[in-house]
């Protein structure tokens, strides 16, 4: 039967399966609301899907549960960087944020370094929490190599996924993130365990070859969206995410990982804007000239990215998330065993 929860409910039961395996407060306690964030929005390919992809990395000792990240001196005041000391991002990013939003003002713009991570989550609740605070964001990372270039045969870039935020004052942000491969690789292992095939030009196989077949897929490469475009700006991020920043590429990441089924250790970028400071000594409210772009948009009977995403949000604060019978049988399981319950 499946098992209604609110999303405080929910959340408590995650943070208790992540200190159960040996993680710190301020470690389960930030991956908790992102994963939460992930379910109570509808997205399941980062909702508590991802618990086990945690838990496998921390038992494997790739990630440290008991991490506690350190801002850092920085050469410029324009740039923040903290140190994940190895843990996972999302701590990380939360001690940064204050002062990331704070330098925004004060110079227009500003930037967030996260080195020596683990990142499995989406990026927008990243672009989320900067633009609460009436700054628009720009944030990416790179992944593991898993995507092959435009013309490729083989697995070299990752997902690198990136995301944008503007906010609107009153109402929720307009927001985008998606992978710069064709789809997030939880897509393509979600489609794996349902037995589904994959639709055409999503991945190609080991051979190079396309394929519909998951499996193949995940021993293959996926494809970056919209072929030479995609792999671009897959290249930039690895630039910008990671070489700029003095962390890993994807290639250089699934060297130290050596397997594809851990989450990635790599880097971070968090870019925050001022539009009021960008906009001073200019004609017009920024934020009202913006509303007159997105009015048109959806006048035209467009949708705005996110709304759905908004919309379960909506839904689920209302009436709770509900979970499968097997999920909750998995929460179950995760917190009676912790770590012993994954491979």
């Known amino acids: 039967m499946s098992q209604t929860l609110s999303i405080p409910a929910l959340q408590a039961r995650v943070e208790a399966i992540l200190m159960r395996a040996g993680m710190n407060d301020q470690q389960s306690s930030a991956l908790a609301r992102v994963i939460t964030a992930g379910e109570r929005d509808g997205c399941k390919s980062h909702g508590i899907y991802r618990i086990e992809g945690s838990l496998r990395?921390?038992?494997?000792?790739?990630?440290?549960?008991?991490?506690?990240?350190?801002?850092?001196?920085?050469?410029?005041r324009g740039i923040?960087?903290?140190?994940?000391?190895?843990?996972?991002?999302?701590?990380?990013?939360?001690?940064g944020l204050p002062l990331l939003a704070e330098r925004a003002r004060?110079?227009?713009?500003?930037?967030?370094?996260?080195?020596?991570?683990?990142?499995?989550?989406?990026?927008?609740?990243?672009v989320e929490a900067v633009t609460d605070r009436g700054l628009a964001a720009l944030v990416m990372c790179p992944s593991y190599a898993s995507v092959a270039p435009a013309g490729g045969k083989s697995p070299?870039?990752?997902?690198n996924p990136i995301a944008f935020g503007w906010p609107r004052p009153g109402r929720p942000p307009y927001v985008f993130d998606f992978a710069t491969s064709v789809v997030a690789r939880g897509e393509i292992e979600l489609h794996r365990r349902a037995g589904r095939a994959l639709p055409e030009g999503w991945a190609i196989d080991d051979a190079g070859q396309p394929t519909t077949d998951p499996a193949a897929a995940l021993a293959g490469a996926m494809l970056p969206f919209g072929g030479h475009k995609g792999s671009a700006i897959?290249?930039?991020?690895?630039?910008?995410?990671?070489?700029?920043?003095?962390?890993?590429?994807?290639?250089?990441?699934?060297?130290?990982?050596?397997?594809?089924?851990?989450?990635?250790?790599?880097?971070?970028?968090?870019?925050?804007?001022?539009?009021?400071?960008?906009?001073?000594?200019?004609?017009?409210?920024?934020?009202?000239?913006?509303?007159?772009?997105?009015?048109?948009?959806?006048?035209?009977?467009?949708?705005?990215?996110?709304?759905?995403?908004?919309?379960?949000?909506?839904?689920?604060?209302?009436?709770?998330?509900?979970?499968?019978?097997?999920?909750?049988?998995?929460?179950?399981?995760?917190l009676a065993h912790g770590l012993d319950a994954v491979d």
């Open 106 to 126: 004060d110079l227009g713009l500003a930037a967030l370094v996260v080195n020596d991570c683990t990142h499995f989550a989406a990026l927008w609740p990243e």
């Open 234 to 334: 897959g290249t930039m991020i690895e630039l910008l995410a990671g070489v700029m920043i003095g962390d890993l590429t994807s290639p250089e990441v699934l060297d130290v990982l050596g397997t594809t089924t851990l989450a990635p250790m790599h880097g971070e970028l968090i870019l925050a804007l001022s539009p009021a400071a960008f906009a001073a000594g200019r004609e017009g409210d920024p934020f009202a000239r913006a509303e007159r772009l997105f009015e048109a948009i959806k006048g035209q009977g467009a949708r705005l990215p996110s709304e759905r995403r908004f919309a379960a949000r909506a839904r689920a604060l209302s009436d709770g998330v509900t979970l499968t019978d097997a999920e909750a049988k998995q929460l179950d399981r995760l």
């Open 156 to 159: 070299l870039l990752g997902t």
């Open 57 to 76: 990395t921390l038992k494997a000792g790739k990630v440290r549960g008991d991490a506690r990240p350190e801002i850092l001196p920085s050469v410029s």
């Open 80 to 95: 923040v960087r903290v140190d994940a000391r190895g843990g996972f991002s999302n701590p990380a990013f939360e001690i």
